[in-house]
């Protein structure tokens, strides 16, 4: 028995409501460049426009024109999108709750979730959407992925509840240790004031 083995998320795709109110949106709130608009190749009567979230990705939705939203939060149940979170630079997040009280969305205000931060609001559908926002930039050739599992080992060994910034900190000390060369043999943290 194989695995398939992915290589990243290529695309998600919501179901949406009319076609301008799905680019108002995704285009109009959120930033998103609207790349590429065609039908939906298995339904006729449903349009599939494209959005790239910023990093060449798609977030995808089918329209159709006689579909209209409800605010109603969409379904939780087993099965179903919990949310769906979005990266932001630290200088977006901390405009975020400016920029959504000027249009009158209600949102959560920041949350600290220990290395990242976190907004949340929903679209005019009822979808979750989480603007996040990492507290720290993975070493040159690391991965967030990277830092993350080697702050969980850290966390856990330490008998810590959750990764918070300490942790980060440590992991990328370490993943700069074990990537970068260096020509002391002794590494070890040193007093040059003592």
Not at 6 to 15: S, Y
Not at 26 to 49: I, K, R, Y
Not at 59 to 82: K, L, M, S, W
Not at 125 to 132: C, N
């Amino acid at each position: 028995m194989r695995k398939l083995q992915t290589q990243g998320v290529h695309h998600i795709t919501l179901t949406g409501a009319d076609r301008q109110s799905t680019i108002d949106f995704w285009e109009g709130v959120l930033g998103m460049p609207f790349v590429f608009d065609q039908p939906n190749l298995d339904n006729p009567d449903e349009g599939h426009v494209y959005f790239d979230p910023g990093d060449g990705r798609l977030i995808t939705v089918f329209t159709n024109e006689t579909r209209r939203g409800t605010p109603e939060r969409t379904p939780t149940d087993p099965g179903c999108v919990h949310h769906i979170a979005f990266n932001v630079s630290q200088a977006t997040f901390w405009q975020a709750v400016e920029r959504l009280d000027e249009r009158g969305i209600k949102h959560s205000g920041p949350r600290d979730r220990g290395f990242m931060d976190s907004i949340y609001f929903t679209d005019p559908l009822g979808l979750l959407i989480e603007l996040a926002s990492y507290r720290f930039e993975p070493p040159a050739g690391c991965t967030h992925a990277d830092v993350l599992i080697r702050a969980h080992r850290i966390r856990v060994a330490r008998g810590d509840y959750n990764i918070d910034r300490i942790h980060l900190a440590d992991a990328i000390e370490e993943l700069v240790s074990m990537r970068q060369e260096s020509l002391s043999r002794d590494r070890a943290p040193k007093d040059p004031w003592g």
